[in-house]
RNA sequence: CGGAGCGUAGCGCAGUCUGGUAGCGCAUCAGUCUGGGGGACUGAGGGUCGUGGGUUCGAAUCCCGCCGCUCCGACCA
């Protein structure tokens, strides 16, 4: 992408409503632009980010045996008023009525939804269990929306839902989602801990939440530091084995990890000092078992081999994409901007030209640009070199290739690695090298 | 949902108290000089002052209604 053929807003001040770090960078980097209260346009780097974050989910889900589908935004309210949630919900559901006055919603969550699709198509033992999930726009009116993406009303979320015969067979679909996760956050490079949670409006008896530390995180919690120490995507574990699945949640849950509501001052004593993580925590992910609650209020059961009807057992399984972005925004940027982790930057490099109009520098980019493909930011603007250093640390993407007259002349650019602040002088090459 | 605040150029703001027909910085456009961390100079463009009504000779300014946005609290993927 050429700068001067780019929409790519930035700003040098910070506008009025960003009170933290990831929003005002998010604006100012030019991700994102607020249309209304709590919701956003996303911008093409921006979109780049949230689709990287978005693919990475989707990998893993499958690698777990979870089905992509896509459900609709939209949902008639008669679906909630089987599960009863429809006057449950409050407010915090948008309500719509059509032309033909038909009530309808826009969807917050898809329980009833896809409990309901289910119900009509699958009707023996033998086509359980299953797993599906889908990567869709939902909608929950916040009272108070702020923090940009990260608590906005209008929010793209992955949600997964199980149907099991039994409750053991459940249990291993939420063990293999709970490993889905943890490979899912760490190739995000986030540190994201399953904390035993309360059930919410959702309802249930097993649950975790997915808490990433942040100072702006909405509730205190505590962890056992050896959970950062672990290895989850290179790790032997095997979605098809029920030893591994065993194993890994045994090792899940003998570690420490609690929110506020839960702390449990004993069994945190006994964690050694040096492992003790405390601060605030974002929530990025929640896993649930509910049972039959759904299956039962929708009308669904299967034959069991008997011929008795069976009522299956779910569970729902959800992962806040769009939160993500501010959440790894907040987990990594400094001073003068973002840092973005290599899996999920919205580009590799960003090739600055620091004297466009000199024939040398002019050539080594065109070069370098066209070598990168699709993968790098070219800054050809006319600008003067601090403007674009700024923007370049800004944008935060994990190289800038610096190319100027002094080093040119030799052939020679300069790397520098965004993350650490390393610079070297280096051949046109090696930078191809290392950067693709 | 309780409490508070703000809406003036793309962004950040002054002007409002004390009414007299809109200003500053950055950004933008043209040109010149520059050229390794947001450069300098000259010139230019851009505003129904959120919106509707009222008071007044005259309203960004005073009064009333509405809308939007934000902050604190309760709530929350």
Redesign the pocket.
Known sequence: MRLTRSFLP????????A?IASHRLMLRAGLVR?T???IYAWLPLGLRVLRNIEQIVREEQDAAGAQEMLMPTLQSAELWEKSGRYEDYG?EMLRIVDRHDRRMLYGPTNEEMITDLLQGSIKSYRELPQILYHIQWKF?D?????FGVM??RE?L?KDAYSFDLDYASAVVSYRKMMLAYMRTFQRIDLKAIPMVADT?PIGGDLSH?FIVLASTG?SQVFYDGDFENIDWVNSEFDYEKSGDLDAFYNQMTSMYAATEEKHDLTAWSTVPKERKREGRGI????IFYFGTRYSKAMGMSVAGPDGAQIIPEMGSY?I?V??LVGAVIEAKHDE?GIIWPDAIAPYRASILN????DATCDTICEDLYAKLGGNAIYDDR??????K???A??IGLPWQI?V????AANGMV?L?RRATGERAEVSLDSVLAKIN
């Open positions: 930035t700003l040098k001040e910070t506008p009025a409503e009170q607020q209304s209260a709590g407010k929950r916040e009272v108070r929306p702020r608590r906005g929010f979320m919410g939440e909405e929530e990025v992910g929640h959800g806040g769009s939160r003068a620091l004297k466009q109009g006319t600008d003067r070199a601090g403007v250093f700024n923007d640390d800004l610096i100027g007259p002094r080093g300069e520098k």
